[in-house]
């Protein structure tokens, strides 16, 4: 298995729902990243997950948390968002240090914010 | 701190013809870099990568790539493309050893006409 799979692959949300995005790769790698893209731009870096535990937070708003329940699985709990947050949202994942390769990308999950 | 200057947003070619797409970046400590490519309502898929080794890079769809420490660029080429390659291409760098932490250049819309 050589992909990361991102469910869903679409998401309408009012500003008061709860909802959760969930990420899952079976490829052993112990490194997991949220990126948030808008239109016409660079994937921004938000969370980054090195052996199960947060390492990087971007300073990313706490209406969006992270959870990494086991090493093949990441989530992003949604609660409270704004129509600004509207946008990609993509889990990508990678080899740890010295074994390092690259990251490989889901497919996204395209966030809407009514 | 590294990164990443795509020099040209937008590239229009005809099918066949040859293509460059410029990549330089700037960083103080020795880096992994990759080209990613995006189709439209898609995630992101790696097109090819210098970690190491041989400056000339290739992809399994005629794509290549070459690291030029001295220049810090890292520019795609392709002799003839085709309609199917119309689509957003991203460089991209992240820190030796660790590559925690990947930074995107601003990207790179390849038309193809027919």
């Known amino acids: 298995d050589t992909e990361v799979t991102q469910t869903p692959k679409h998401l309408v949300m009012g500003m008061t729902n709860k909802k959760s995005l969930k990420c899952e790769q079976h490829?052993?790698?112990?490194?997991m990243y949220w990126y948030k893209q808008k239109a016409k731009k660079p994937p921004e870096l938000m969370f980054v997950?090195?052996?199960?535990?947060?390492?990087i937070n971007e300073s990313v708003p706490s209406r969006f948390s992270p959870e990494c329940p086991n090493s093949s699985l990441l989530n992003l709990h949604l609660h409270a968002l704004q129509p600004e947050d509207s946008a990609l949202y993509l889990c990508?994942?990678?080899?740890?240090?010295?074994?390092?390769?690259?990251?490989?990308f889901g497919s996204g999950t395209r966030l809407t914010v009514v | 701190a590294q990164s990443v200057t795509q020099l040209d947003s937008q590239v229009p070619v005809f099918e066949e013809a040859p293509v460059e797409l410029r990549c330089n970046y700037s960083?103080?400590?020795?880096?992994?870099l990759f080209w990613y490519v995006q189709y439209p309502n898609q995630g992101l898929q790696l097109l090819l990568k210098?970690?190491?080794?041989?400056?000339l890079v290739e992809s399994i769809n005629g794509f290549e790539a070459e690291f030029n420490k001295s220049q810090t660029s890292f520019h795609l080429r392709k002799p003839s493309v085709h309609i199917s390659d119309t689509a957003e291409y991203f460089c991209?760098?992240?820190?030796?050893?660790?590559?925690?932490?990947?930074?995107f250049g601003e990207g790179t819309q390849l038309t193809v006409n027919p």
């Open positions: 990508a994942s990678s080899q740890a240090t010295g074994r390092y390769g690259g990251y490989t």
């Open positions: 490829m052993g790698h112990r490194a």
């Open positions: 991209a760098v992240s820190e030796v050893p660790s590559g925690s932490r990947l930074t």
């Open positions: 960083s103080s400590v020795s880096v992994y």
């Open positions: 210098y970690l190491s080794g041989s400056t």
């Open positions: 997950y090195s052996y199960e535990k947060l390492s």
